[in-house]
């Protein structure tokens, strides 16, 4: 058991940075702001994004890839979007370098200005409307159902390991459709896939809503999200799909001519995840012993540690582990075999535990002798000594077990910090003693929004869909409301 | 038959265009120099990384991501390195925009400027050297064995879509080793792997061999790569693997006690190919109808195009045709049903052997009745009516043949355009007239080397691995020669 090593209720960011670093995740690089994304990390991202890319294709999208650099000119187009993207982030002013004359290395060639400065994509609506006003003549080349996998820089100040990183990966959806309808259906839609993908993949439960008009994306008539809350009881947005209405089809000029023959402007969505969802997942399941993985996006979903002192019981033993790692691997199952030598089994264990590896297959000679091995749970961290015979059997059924106790937890844990609050008093009670999601009614305006938040750090995390009308008064001005609202603090 | 696009004896310059852009694989975009890489490009790409990733991984390594930026003063850490790749590049000076005083638009906020600019990566060597120096202590640590996926730019004069663009996406292998001979083992595993790929996906084959020092990667020791021949007879490098010796350990300072308990610098190789590929596949295969594309990584193997004229015949043969589709998606075939309505069946019979789709199978009502169908092969543009039963195994069968006719034809086309010259003039005659790889010998020299090109615009494209020594003269400056190198004119 770690114990050089935070734990949550000791120092809940200290113990969430020790987690990355120890476990492999990722490490700040020598570029302010900027991370490396180590295998393991990065072997959970690509686990996220078979998934997700699974079911974008399955509803019916293609990828594509857009420049990384935008024109500046560009960020102007769109008002409300030019406000909101195009302040803190990396400028390409210089396309070359020169050796300095003065002899100390290399400095930028002045001669070499760019007559327009090219931004680092902070995220792509522009260049792909303007994209798009070219591919688009007849209702007949719409709907455009387009994704990307790319990363994006924003010059983030405070910045935090895949939370909040200058430049992170992500996708974006950027679709252009005949109607309104079709395009706010577009927009539910990617949302659901999102709602999805977080409950069934991650294992993490979330809220669906749409946000405030102070928390909506710059551009955007709506904005969908889902919001998963994370053990120290702060919210975490999780995914945002945008309904962007007509803005960027008249910025870009995009139209089409309907089947009723009318010149009509484009409407537009988008929507991303990024990154930040591996960050979500450390928090959501973890412990003090380590990362906790769902099997469902764990690299290795099992590992087996052989144990032995002779040579004649490690020929033994590893040729047995070999043979069950085939087997399980026949079945579908993801395993890595730890047969080093240069490591003790103990030690083995503790990495395993701490990297989150959902089951962990222990066996010596005597198991080999016996038709036996000893399987533990990294959830759980319960063992127990099972019958080698039926080995898929068992590990497919713990590995569902596993999914399924970390959604369940995870949704224990958000319904009872779930809370509501009547009175300001109450809501500041539980913002600093509890933490959670509160449940509480706002008057709807954006100046009472931005009051609470500069008084309190909680922000509006969305109106839920389907919300149930309920009469009450705003808890900061005492104004007539007719609907709760989730307020949180955030990551 | 696209009569208002260029025929490869017209004009083989605007024929490629013709295909990438009709073929709807990718177009210019608003940024200079960089290309928008449409869904049927991205496509054929993605295949194209499923495949080399699944390689990658097969032998050992794994995905990793390092930041898109890399401080200038890296760049001057190593001497070879540095001239180069620190050019011709984008700069990031500074990171806020603010918007402009005389209410034009947004300006650079000149506040905001950074100490050190940053490089929007060319390669990556020096920022994961510097990573690597804190993950290497003990030869336990090695060896390291990562590769990325990652977009990179490298500010291109002359720019061409796919071929040579100021952004493109490739991958980037970057391997530690403790030992010189793993890391030249490396180097030659993955240029295997990429001739493997060439041959048995792309179906293209590849010499494989070094590059003299002309040509070398800048901080390579050794550069090993693959050379194919398009078909106006010039040459095209597939993919390079460098063994770069310890000259990035020792600029980035990265050392490893060995097992004997000495200190040592650590041994480097890094590999890559990119998008570049999908021009080199365009080239390779595609005649004056448009693409041609391999089954191995055609986005859609077959398409099915429904033919009808009355709403009955319509909903016979539509139900027909998915029950094809669903028969030969199930034995593992990449199938597109064009139903649409909006177009008529000549018009995609058109569009589909201008996308290159290997096979199209039509289907109308007289063939429901006899359970017949038309299968037309892109490759030879044979038709033939075959029986609907075990569909499935002819369509295999004729996938295969089709895989295995473009690579026999190529390799065809590079034994006739490989040519042998023993005089200049036989050199001057092969490039002028017939184009080709040039088997010839050389002195050895860089100065003779660059020399040829100057007069010629031809270079050596590599020294063949395993070379059988011949003696001769340097068809250039008559000097002693060993054996015989590649020349050719080259993308």
Chains 1, 2 share one sequence.
């Not at 020598?30 to 509803?59: H, N, S």
């Not at 290399?106 to 902070?122: F, M, N, S, T």
């Not at 924003?154 to 005949?178: I, K, P, V």
């Not at 919001?227 to 799909?241: C, I, P, R, V």
Request: one cysteine or more; glycine letters at 6%.
């Amino acid at each position: 058991m770690a114990k050089d090593f935070s734990t949550r209720e000791e120092n809940y960011s200290k113990w969430y940075n020790d987690i990355v670093q120890r476990a492999g995740l990722a490490e700040n690089s020598a570029v302010r702001g900027c991370m490396v994304i180590k295998p393991y990390g990065y072997a959970i991202w690509e686990k996220m994004q078979a998934a997700l890319d699974k079911m974008f294709k399955d509803t019916g999208h293609s990828n594509a890839y857009f420049p990384i650099f935008i024109p500046k000119s560009f960020f102007s187009k769109e008002a409300a979007h030019v406000e909101g993207f195009a302040k803190e982030c990396a400028v390409v002013t210089h396309y070359r370098l020169k050796n300095d004359p003065d002899g100390k290395g290399i400095v930028v060639d002045e001669d070499a200005k760019l007559e327009e400065e090219l931004i680092v994509r902070p995220t792509s609506e522009t260049i792909i409307w303007d994209t798009y006003r070219n591919w688009v003549q007849s209702y007949r080349d719409l709907p455009i159902l387009i994704n990307q996998w790319a990363n994006v820089v924003r010059w983030e100040m405070r910045t935090r390991m895949f939370l909040r990183t200058a430049e992170f990966l992500w996708q974006e959806g950027h679709t252009a459709h005949a109607t309104r309808e079709e395009a706010v259906e577009e927009t539910e839609r990617m949302l659901d896939v999102y709602a999805d993908f977080a409950e069934n993949f991650m294992a993490i439960p979330v809220l669906k809503g749409t946000k405030s008009a102070n928390e909506r994306f710059a551009g955007a008539v709506e904005t969908y999200c889902i919001e998963a809350l994370m053990q120290d009881g702060k919210a975490l947005q999780a995914g945002t799909s945008h309904f962007l209405g007509q803005n960027f089809a008249k910025a870009f000029d995009v139209k089409f001519a309907s089947q009723e023959g009318t010149l009509e402007h484009v409407w537009a969505t988008s929507w991303g995840v990024s990154t930040r969802l591996v960050g979500a997942l450390i928090m959501a399941h973890s412990d003090d012993h380590g990362l906790v993985l769902p099997p469902k996006l764990a690299p290795n979903q099992v590992v087996i540690v052989p144990i032995y002192k002779s040579a004649d019981q490690q020929n033994l033993v590893v040729e047995k582990a070999r043979e069950i790692q085939r087997q399980l691997q026949k079945a579908g199952i993801s395993v890595k075999l730890d047969d080093r030598d240069t490591y003790k089994p103990g030690w083995k264990f503790n990495e395993y535990e701490f990297k989150g590896v959902p089951v962990r297959i222990a066996i010596g000679p005597r198991d080999v002798e016996n038709g036996t091995l000893e399987l533990a749970r990294r959830d759980t961290l319960q063992k127990e000594i099972i019958q080698m015979k039926g080995i898929e059997q068992t590990i497919e059924k713990m590995l569902n077990d596993i999914q399924e106790n970390l959604y369940r937890k995870a949704l224990e844990f958000r319904e009872r910090s779930t809370y509501k609050a009547d009175t300001w008093d109450e809501f500041i009670d539980i913002l600093d003693n509890k933490g959670g999601f509160i449940l509480a009614h706002w008057d709807g305006t954006a100046e009472t929004e931005q009051k609470i938040k500069e008084e309190t750090k909680a922000t509006i995390r969305l109106i839920p869909l389907n919300n149930i009308p309920e009469e009450g008064k705003c808890i900061f001005t005492g104004k007539p409301s007719s609907q709760r609202v989730v307020f949180a603090r955030a990551y």
